[in-house]
């Protein structure tokens, strides 16, 4: 929880409940249920990748509103509106200069960013979801009965396409992936925000050359 005490009204308290902290909860929630599923249940995929999606822009939100307020208290709120409106990616490529006074960026070639990268990838499709013809190769059958050949070709392929209840969002990631990439976020990042010599240490930012 957050809070501003207003020091001209002692009984005025503004406060800020973090929803990135209770969506935390949730996905530690999510991961039990998720690890513990068999394997042909795939139907918390898009559940838990969505959430992590949530997660992270409810954190890059909180840390960009900080900052702005921290640095414009008179039209925070005026910035804030256009700062919040930059899409996922913008946001994600924009905390790290933002918070070390554009010092550092991601760093491209780090294994954190590139799934934080493909969670905006994979939860844009997610949200906007479209159905796309597919070309499947597959093998005339027979029906074992009749002996004769099935009006329409069919095959384990097709069916595991019919069946596939991730809608795609596993092919690169499984969400307990992106999952640990966002703590790994909280952890070696945002936790060691105004410590530079810790941060200079790790590897998932680097120097922002253009500043230096």
């Known amino acids: 929880m957050l809070f501003e005490v207003d020091q001209t009204k002692i009984n005025n308290l503004t406060v800020c409940f973090s929803k990135y902290v209770k969506l935390d909860r949730i996905l530690e929630q999510l991961r039990k249920v998720y690890v513990a599923q068999t394997i042909s ?25 900080r900052f702005l307020n921290k640095s414009f208290k008179h039209n925070a709120r005026q910035m804030a509106d256009s700062y919040l409106s930059m899409n996922f990616r913008g946001k994600l490529n924009a905390i790290v200069p933002f918070l070390t006074s554009n010092s550092f960026i991601f760093n491209p070639s ?24 597919e070309n499947v190769k597959i093998q005339q059958e027979v029906d074992p009965d009749t002996g004769e050949a099935f009006p329409f070709p069919v095959s384990k392929t097709l069916a595991k396409l019919g069946e596939d209840l991730s809608l795609g969002s596993i092919k690169e990631y499984l969400p307990t992936e992106y999952h ?33």
Do not use: W
């Open 41 to 65: 249940s795939r139907f918390l995929d898009v559940p838990y990748t969505i959430t992590c999606a949530t997660a992270l822009e409810s954190r890059l939100n909180e840390e960009i509103e």
């Open 180 to 212: 640990d990439a966002l703590n790994k976020l909280e952890r070696i990042f945002f936790k060691n925000l105004g410590k530079p010599q810790r941060l200079a240490k790790t590897k998932q930012i680097i120097p922002n050359v253009a500043e230096i």
């Open 110 to 133: 780090h294994d954190v960013y590139k799934k934080l990268v493909s969670l905006i990838k994979v939860r844009n499709m997610l949200v906007h979801p479209k159905s796309f013809f």
